[in-house]
């Protein structure tokens, strides 16, 4: 599985945030992980330079073989907030969705 972690020119995000996104993919779905290509990670700022609550968001997307990709979004405070918040919809999806095929 590769994971590739994306971050607009609004985010600082050093080797730090993106070792953490790498770490919370692994995390959420090491259970699927044979079934999973490519998890793909995008980070912005949503309001720039204006600042406020929530305005940085988190997109995951997991590629999964033979299927249509899982894609979530998680909008915090910080980075890692919205990545950790991203991450667990993620799991949560790829549940849902997988556990789905297993009842078939």
Request: charge should be positive.
């Amino acid at each position: 599985m590769q994971i590739q972690v994306h971050a607009d020119s609004s985010v600082k995000a050093g080797q730090h945030v993106a070792g953490a996104a790498e770490a919370a993919v692994e995390g959420a779905v090491q259970r699927w992980a044979r079934r999973i290509t490519r998890v793909e990670v995008h980070l912005s700022d949503v309001n720039r330079h204006k600042g406020g609550a929530d305005d940085k968001r988190c997109v995951m997307e997991a590629r999964l073989g033979g299927l249509e990709p899982v894609a979530v979004t998680h909008t915090a405070a910080t980075l890692m907030d919205a990545i950790d918040g991203a991450a667990a919809k993620l799991h949560k999806s790829l549940q849902s969705t997988l556990g789905r095929l297993s009842d078939r």
